[in-house]
């Protein structure tokens, strides 16, 4: 079965710091798809980032960046140079690959991350 | 509009009551997803449904029942309302063709008391 384990429950950090954002996942799967989703105070989820399981490199979008590791089944995500917007609830998401399949999202547990001005 | 719209955004009802989660999409998807929220656990996956009739159970189907009306009409209905399903809900729908893949609904805040 798939399982993701996001072991950071609340992160409180000041503003400007960095912060990394754990994610660990268990899968069967030689392909499947990794995601971040950011859930701010208004409770909409919105996309961040898919990888997928065959693309290891690392990938920067801005402040943000994320690491995908397969040796240790991880993708953590970076926050450079946190801002108080940043604060959200932020999830981590595993999925199967392949146009036929469910893909039914397997999400974490969530880390809620509140960036102190 | 929104791609995937949840009515209501908000409710809450008694325990006991009948009460139906609707969702409506515009993105032409044939895969469409119920999950709960809930503080801690995450999201969890209650129904998916690939077509209007392909219907499957997902990890919490318990107390709860779907309806796929037409490809772009997924309802959720929980026939008995107890106070344990007091959550965040969540209507999606999936194409592996696109990059972000899944669309969610805004969401459905449910309080059952």
């Known amino acids: 079965a798939q399982k993701v384990t996001q072991a950071q429950t609340e992160i409180s950090v000041v503003e400007k710091e960095d912060v990394t954002l754990d994610c660990v996942y268990e899968?069967?799967?030689?392909?499947?798809?990794l995601f971040w989703y950011k859930q701010p105070p208004s409770g909409e989820l919105v996309f961040l980032i898919r990888r997928n399981s065959f693309d290891e490199q690392n990938e920067i979008s801005g402040r943000y960046s994320w690491n995908f590791q397969k040796s240790t089944s991880s993708f953590n995500f970076t926050i450079t140079a946190s801002q108080v917007v940043d604060s959200a609830v932020y999830f981590c998401a595993l999925s199967e690959a392949g146009g036929q399949g469910a893909q039914k999202l397997v999400f974490g547990q969530g880390t809620r991350l509140t960036i102190n001005p | 509009d929104a791609d995937v719209t949840q009515t209501p955004r908000n409710r809450i009802t008694k325990t006991g009551k009948r009460i139906m989660l609707e969702c409506s999409q515009t993105?032409?998807?044939?895969?469409m997803y119920w999950y709960r929220q809930d503080p801690g656990l995450g999201l969890r996956l209650i129904y998916y449904s690939f077509d209007v009739k392909d219907i499957n159970k997902g990890e919490i189907s318990d107390g709860y029942s779907v309806s796929r009306q037409a490809q772009a009409k997924f309802s959720l209905s929980l026939e008995s309302a107890i106070p344990n399903q007091t959550a965040l809900y969540f209507c999606?729908?999936?194409?592996?063709?696109?990059?972000?893949?899944?669309?969610f609904g805004s969401g459905t805040r449910l309080t059952v008391v």
């Open positions: 899968t069967r799967d030689t392909t499947y798809y």
């Open positions: 993105k032409g998807h044939d895969r």
């Open positions: 999606a729908t999936s194409d592996p063709g696109r990059v972000s893949g899944y669309t």
